[in-house]
């Protein structure tokens, strides 16, 4: 038995080399055959083909390997099972190449899969041609997604599963099929070797301890006496990369502006009209970042407490326009030649509870009046 094996392996060998040089044939009578204007774009979709191709069989004959050196070790009428055994080796994942992954949606696939469920082969991620997508790259949120100078499938935005954009002009992105992720829930490797969370420290420009600084700058938002805009805050970075621009103010436009702490706490008075700075820092060695309002410790001890502080947004009836709430240190400082400088920027202040009785926010808990608190912690 073993004997026919291995014929059929060698069978099998022969058969993918032959098939390589009908590849190449085939490549050859189409650019013979087709006009100098057709060449081009014929010769950059077989490549694409002859690429996917190439990995397949790559993969396949690594597996095939692998049967063919487990049946060497076998010894002469032992070979129980074999068929099971030779089927498992064929069709196991690749899970030392990182195709193993945990997250139901492979938000954490780190594999090698580069051809979509539809057979298109994946743009890089660091290309803009055809399909430009530069927010993605430059977007701190993505510095931890596992796309970069490669063209493997990801899933960098939480989507249903792994996708990519892809070579063809008339398709700008497709799914991935990358395989069921690991039926136990755990992989036999740290797959998390690239992963991590990315937030922000508004009020300092240190990370927290085990953490990794990004880069530092100083908070920003819409201003307060503006309508339009976005909501959100965000860390702006001290110095900026322009690429086209117009040289005037422009009232077909979004505005973004510095932010300014206003009537502070006692023990932050000297904060009072100035520009707080911020740091976005990655967590390497955990997932998940959680702001706990209301609170200065973490749910519980299995989380750990990245910095504490106050909760600050714009103040009521200062803006038509809603702002989120963010998490202020409690140690913030200034950035350096802003102090006591009155501007109208945006303007944040400290978050004060309105309670109200017989509701989820009874006054024995929230206090009229009081300030709230804040924690970010990690998982």
Not at 82 to 87: G, H, R, T, Y
Not at 142 to 165: K, L, M, T, V
Not at 351 to 360: D, H, I, Y
Request: glycine share 8%.
């Amino acid at each position: 038995m073993i004997r026919a094996v291995i014929f059929l392996l060698f069978f099998v060998f022969q058969c993918l080399q032959h098939y390589e040089v009908q590849a190449d044939n085939h490549l050859e009578a189409m650019l013979v055959s087709s006009s100098t204007q057709d060449k081009l774009e014929k010769l950059l979709k077989l490549r694409e083909r002859l690429d996917s191709v190439e990995r397949l069989l790559t993969a396949k004959r690594n597996k095939l390997d692998g049967m063919f050196s487990s049946l060497k070790r076998t010894k002469r009428g032992s070979c129980v099972g074999c068929k099971d055994e030779l089927m498992a080796l064929l069709y196991a994942p690749d899970i030392n190449k990182g195709e193993c992954y945990e997250d139901l949606n492979g938000t954490d696939y780190r594999g090698t899969v580069s051809v979509t469920d539809q057979g298109n082969t994946c743009q890089n991620w660091d290309a803009q041609i055809p399909h430009g997508h530069e927010c993605l790259l430059s977007d701190p949120r993505f510095a931890n997604a596992g796309i970069g100078e490669h063209n493997y499938c990801r899933n960098p935005d939480n989507s249903d599963q792994p996708w990519c954009f892809v070579m063809d002009t008339t398709i700008r992105s497709e799914y991935c099929n990358v395989g069921a992720p690991s039926s136990d829930g755990t992989c036999p490797y740290d797959y998390r070797v690239n992963k991590g969370a990315i937030h922000t420290v508004y009020g300092d420009t240190i990370c927290p301890e085990d953490n990794e600084l990004v880069y530092t700058g100083f908070v920003a938002g819409g201003r307060s006496c503006d309508n339009g805009g976005g909501h959100d805050y965000m860390c702006l970075p001290s110095t900026p990369r322009y690429k086209t621009t117009v040289d005037r103010v422009q009232t077909n436009r979004a505005y973004l502006s510095h932010t300014q702490f206003r009537d502070p706490l006692n023990g932050l008075k000297e904060l009072n009209n100035g520009d707080p700075p911020c740091a976005v820092c990655r967590i390497p060695t955990r997932t998940t970042v959680l702001m706990v309002p209301g609170r200065n410790r973490c749910p519980d001890n299995t989380w750990t407490m990245e910095y504490s502080g106050y909760l600050f947004s714009q103040k009521n009836f200062q803006s038509r326009r809603a702002t989120v709430y963010v998490c202020i240190h409690t140690g913030a400082s200034v950035m350096t030649g802003t102090e006591n400088f009155i501007s109208a920027g945006n303007h944040v202040y400290h978050v004060e509870a309105r309670c109200s009785a017989n509701t989820a926010m009874p006054c024995d808990n929230y206090i009229d009046g009081h300030e709230l608190t804040c924690a970010v912690c990690s998982k």
